[in-house]
């Protein structure tokens, strides 16, 4: 028996098709219900940040996160497969018009994604006085939080309604297949099979 | 603002029933050991040496000497043991199989009791594994066997110039894309009884070191285990055989193949607090 924490939304349903087209059978979660168990299979309906904190501490085998979510959380789990899907970025957006210079003595940059937005300023060798915010991150340069801002980018078209643009990318995002390590060496085989049979799928 | 009975987290207390424990497990594990020759050690907390055995000098807790030489608080045991043995006691003893039972520190407060032992200028990993599956046993405890051997990682990073960090979290993604057939089967080896069939397809310098699991696996009669000949460890240095014990997402257990100041030597470690919370969640 596997156990796969899923995201909920979008990329839980997208990751159940796929299972759907590999096993030939429908995998659908009862309502409101957080627990599906099919055949050799558990799923897990998570919130998107813990999907991983949940495979890292093994209460599931295998997950479904974005490659965005993993970079920033650092867990050390198993990067199985690209599932290619759910393609973001993680870009830099500042007030339209102007012009990203690393050769300030310090920028303010305002974020959700801490770690992403530290590592890369520190890989610039740039000073970043990093600002954590929790949600509605395109307001921060309009008032004058922050020079920029670092977020996850799909059409660009919030910035564009606020008045900001990308002027870097960071990080493409796709969502990816992991595994938590002991889970991987005790049930290799069976982790492995499903491996060939998704990468044959997408 | 920090409460009266609050303690660092990562800090370990036990009390009554888990100090017991902690004791049975101790005692039992040293009687063992004495009995098949290993004298008892207790190193120094603070060590000028402790960056040799850790990869990340962030986990270091560091301080300073009276002359502002730099300090660490033990992180680990095995480089400090064998140079306290060598060094500073060459002149006391000739004795070379050595057990330790004391905590080591990470930081910002991470704390782990440890049952150790080395067998200075020993190749013999399964004598070492052997004495780590009699203490285990003797507690009770039946994990999953794994063997790997560092020395594959590192030679594969070298030869197909992969980063050894894709081996240490384990790109399976990156490194089944390089569509390399023998890299495919060993990636997928798990059992000893498909180890010949992939020996003859890998390059001649990966069958010597995969000859060496197998030896290892072969001699053992411990039989629930499994080969992973890609597995990485974080330590800097056990570099060839190495195995660890593991159960659900806790290892129990691990021991490996060093070189130190030229001479090979073989230890492992058994994890005590992992041990003690076992016991206390079936009881």
Redesign the interface.
């Known amino acids: 028996m596997l156990t796969i924490a899923l995201p909920k939304g979008r990329i839980a349903q997208d990751t159940l098709e796929i299972f759907e087209r590999v096993f030939e059978k429908k995998f659908i979660f009862d309502d409101r219900k957080l627990i599906l168990e099919s055949g050799d299979f558990k799923f897990l309906l998570v919130r998107n940040q813990d999907v991983a904190t949940y495979v890292y501490?093994?209460a599931a085998d295998i997950g479904v996160v974005g490659l965005d979510t993993l970079e920033e959380q650092g867990l050390?789990v198993?990067?199985?497969?690209?599932l290619k899907q759910g393609y973001c970025k993680v870009s830099i957006g500042m007030r339209a018009g102007e012009k990203l210079d690393f050769s300030k003595p310090e920028l303010k940059v305002a974020t959700k994604m801490v770690n992403i937005t530290r590592s890369y300023f520190a890989s610039k060798a740039v000073s970043a006085d990093i600002i954590k915010l929790y949600g509605s991150i395109e307001l921060a340069p309009l008032v004058g939080l922050a020079d920029m801002i670092v977020d996850v980018v799909q059409t660009g078209a919030t910035m564009k309604q606020n008045g900001l643009e990308v002027v870097e990318d960071i990080l493409e995002s796709t969502t990816?297949l992991i595994?938590?390590?002991?889970s991987?060496?005790?049930k290799?085989?069976e982790i492995?099979d499903l491996?060939e049979k998704i990468n044959g799928a997408i | 603002m920090i409460f009266e009975h609050e303690i660092p987290e990562g800090s370990r207390l036990y009390f009554a029933s888990s100090a017991k424990e902690k004791r049975n497990i101790e005692q039992k594990a040293s009687q063992l050991l004495e009995k098949s020759g290993f004298l008892e050690i207790v190193t120094p907390l603070f060590s000028y040496q402790q960056h040799q055995s850790i990869g990340d000098d962030k986990e270091l807790i560091s301080v300073n000497d009276a002359q502002n030489h730099n300090m660490s608080i033990r992180a680990d045991t095995t480089i400090d043991a064998v140079r306290i043995i060598t060094k500073r006691l060459g002149r006391n003893t000739t004795h070379r199989r050595w057990f330790y039972i004391q905590p080591v520190y990470r930081y910002p407060s991470f704390e782990q009791n440890q049952i150790g032992a080395e067998m200075i200028a020993s190749d013999d990993l399964k004598e070492a594994l052997d004495m780590t599956l009699l203490i285990l046993e003797k507690l009770d405890q039946q994990p999953l066997l794994q063997i790997s051997n560092i020395k594959i990682p590192q030679l594969l990073s070298k030869s197909l110039q992969i980063p050894l960090d894709d081996f240490k979290h384990m790109r399976i993604d990156k490194l089944l894309s390089l569509n390399i057939e023998w890299l495919t089967e060993l990636i997928y080896l798990q059992d000893l009884e498909q180890i010949d069939r992939v020996m003859q397809l890998v390059p001649k310098e990966i069958r010597a070191e995969l000859a060496k699991i197998k030896e290892l696996a072969m001699a053992s009669s411990y039989r629930h285990s499994i080969i992973a000949p890609l597995y990485y460890t974080q330590m800097l240095y056990y570099d060839e055989l190495y195995f660890r014990l593991v159960k659900d997402n806790s290892t129990y257990a691990q021991g490996g193949r060093y070189i130190n100041e030229g001479v090979v030597s073989v230890g492992f470690a058994i994890y005590t607090d992992i041990l003690i919370e076992e016991k206390e969640d079936n009881t």
Not at chain 1, 78 to 82: K, P
Not at chain 1, 179 to 182: D, I, L, Y
Request: hydrophobic share 35%; aromatic share 20%; charged share 25%.
């Open positions: 501490h093994q050390d198993i990067r199985l497969l690209d990816h595994a938590n390590k002991n991987y060496f005790f290799k085989s492995l491996y």
